[in-house]
């Protein structure tokens, strides 16, 4: 099972041929991401001139021209040493 390298939001460049379209603008943005199928990261996309949305897998982007993703989409792991506690908000009525 493998982590989604892009989160909702990121705009991806699809490489060209997976659409077999004439048209030159392979540039989509993630709408949602979707549970993995056969062990592959799937996503929703919209291109901005299209009125619906498509599925490709993360093996359809183009790495090289899309940036991975650093927003606040991405899931963090806590730390190891860090508990969910935190003790200075706990307030004692006396």
């Known amino acids: 099972m493998s982590d989604p390298i892009y989160a909702v939001g990121d705009t991806v460049f699809l490489k060209?041929?997976?659409l077999r379209t004439m048209s030159p603008e392979l540039a989509c943005?993630?709408?949602s991401v979707l549970p993995e199928?056969?062990?592959v990261v799937q996503y929703r996309v919209r291109f901005g001139s299209e009125?619906?949305?498509?599925?490709?897998?993360e093996?359809?982007?183009?790495?090289?021209a899309s940036p991975m993703s650093k927003g606040p989409?991405?899931?963090?792991?806590?730390?190891?040493?860090?508990s969910w506690?935190?003790?200075?908000s706990i307030r004692i009525k006396k």
């Open 29 to 31: 943005r993630i709408i």
């Open 51 to 57: 009125t619906f949305e498509r599925r490709v897998t």
């Open 16 to 18: 060209s041929g997976i």
């Open 73 to 82: 989409g991405r899931p963090t792991s806590p730390s190891a040493t860090s």
């Open 85 to 88: 506690v935190n003790p200075n």
């Open 37 to 39: 199928a056969q062990g």
């Open 59 to 64: 093996a359809d982007i183009g790495r090289a």
